[in-house]
Nanobody, 116 residues
Framework: QVQLVESGGGLVQAGGSLRLSCAAP????????MGWYRQAPGKQRELVAR???????NYAESVKGRFTISRDNSKNTAYLQMNSLKPEDTAVYYC??????????WGQGTQVTVSS
């Protein structure tokens, strides 16, 4: 069973920052597209950002210019730097490791709460 270990969630005031981390096994990390998704109460899970194995990134429109996804292949860890947080960013954030046709793994989720 592959385990993705997330950390960095918490409570922050609007305008503040948080950094999420996701550690994955070294056996899969370099092959994986690493993504962050979020799910707010009563809403569907949505893609926030992802970074491909070649370093290419893409973002949801709602977070462009505020969030930055990155990966450190030497540490088998992906990061999501979240700045200028808004109350509507409040959600459970999930890490995802994906390789088309091979696997699709999820972390346990970490709560991010932004107070107004």
């Amino acid at each position: 069973q592959v385990q993705l270990v997330e950390s960095g969630g918490g409570l922050v005031q609007a305008g503040g920052s948080l950094r999420l981390s996701c550690a994955a096994p070294g056996s899969i990390f370099s092959f994986s597209t690493m993504g962050w998704y979020r799910q707010a109460p009563g809403k569907q899970r949505e893609l926030v950002a992802r970074v491909f194995s070649d370093g290419t990134t893409n973002y949801a429109e709602s977070v462009k210019g505020r969030f930055t996804i990155s990966r450190d292949n030497s540490k088998n860890t992906a990061y999501l730097q979240m700045n200028s947080l808004k109350p509507e960013d409040t959600a459970v954030y999930y890490c995802n490791a994906f390789w088309l046709g091979n696997y699709n793994y999820w972390g346990q989720g970490t709560q991010v709460t932004v107070s107004s």
